[in-house]
C-alpha cells in the first residue's frame, strides 16, 4: 500500500488502547530494521526524519529509502513524517516532497506566535492531503538540532484553545519526558533495591487532564526512550563512556499507550543499540574493515529491540 496519513492509525490506536511507534531514520539500515520488525509483527509504523536527518542524508535519499521500505513491506500502513520541523519552509519543502505528515515545532515561541505558526502549517498542509503534530510546552534535554536545556510541562488549560485555533491534527505535551540518552540527573533519581537509578514519574495527571479537555484527541510523546541498560553497559564495555544514562521506564510507556498517547517517538534506543553493537564488533574483531560486517548484526539488532518495543511496550503488533 501507499504511503499514508496517520489519522486511521490514531483513530484505531485511541480505541484500541495502544501507540504507534515513530521511529527516526537517518540511513538504509535503520530504515530496514525498523520496517522489517513492523512486517514481520504486522505493525503500523511511523518513519520520522528530522532537519538533522535530512542535512545528514538528503531529503530524496530518505525519502527513497522510505519508498523502498514500502514495497518491501506490503502488509504494513507506513507514515513519513518530519520530526521537529522548525518553521513553515521546512514543513513546506517535506508536504511538497512527499512526506504524508508534518510536525511544526512552536513550542520554543510565544502561545501567540505557536498558534500562528502553526496554524500556516495546517492550512498548507491540509490543503495538500498532509496532517500536522503541533507542541504545547517544552521538553528538557539536549539532542543535535532539538535543545531545550529546561523543560516546560504543558498547561493543561492552553491545550484547547490552542488545538481548536490551529487546527493540529495531533497534539505533543510535556510530562516529564525528554530527549537524548540522558533524561535525568542521579540526584532527580531514587535508588531501587537492586541499587539501580529510578527517574522521577511521568506526570500522568497532566496526560489525563489534557485527554479530558481533548476527548478523543490523539496524543503524542517524543523523548520516549527507555536507554536499555544493556545496550548502555555494551557501549561501556567496548570503550565508550557513557555514564548516567538513564530513560523513561518501559511500563510507564504501556500505561500512557492504553490511554490517549497514540504516537511514541522513539531514537536515542535505536541509537545505542546500533553504536553498541558496532563498538562490541571492532572490540572482538580488530582486524576488520568491511562496513557491511558491523552494520549488519547492528541492523539486527535494531530489529530485535523494534520487535521488543512494538509487542511489548507500544502494544501496536497485529494491528496493521
Ligand atoms: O527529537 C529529536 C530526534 O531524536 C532527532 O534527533 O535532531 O539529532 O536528528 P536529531
Ligand atoms: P528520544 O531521544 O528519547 O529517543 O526521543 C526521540 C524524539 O522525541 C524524536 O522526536
Ligand atoms: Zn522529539
Partial sequence: MPLVTSTEMFKKAYDGGYAIGAFNVNNMEIVQGITEACQEEKAPVILQVSKGARAYANHNYLVKLVEAAVICCPDIPIVLHLDHGPDFDTCKACIDGGFTSVMIDGSSLSFEDNIEVTRKVVEYAHA??????????TL?????????????????EEVEEFVSKTGVDSLAIA?????????????QCTVNEKGLLVPPPLRFDILKEVSR???????????????PQDYVKMVNDNGGKMPNAIGVPEEQLREAAKLSVCKINIDSDLRLAMTGTIRKFFNEHPDKFDPREYLKPARANIKELVRHKLVDVLGCAGKA
Fill in 128 to 137: 495538500h492531503g498532509v496532517v500536522v503534530e503541533g507542541e504545547l510546552g
Fill in 140 to 156: 528538557a534535554g539536549i539532542e543535535d538540532e532539538v535543545s531545550h536545556a529546561v523543560g516546560s510541562y504543558t498547561r493543561p
Fill in 175 to 187: 510530562i516529564g519526558t525528554s530527549h537524548g540518552a540522558y533524561k535525568f540527573k542521579p540526584e
Fill in 213 to 227: 479537555r481533548l476527548p478523543g484527541f490523539p496524543i503524542v510523546l517524543h523523548g520516549s526512550s527507555s536507554v
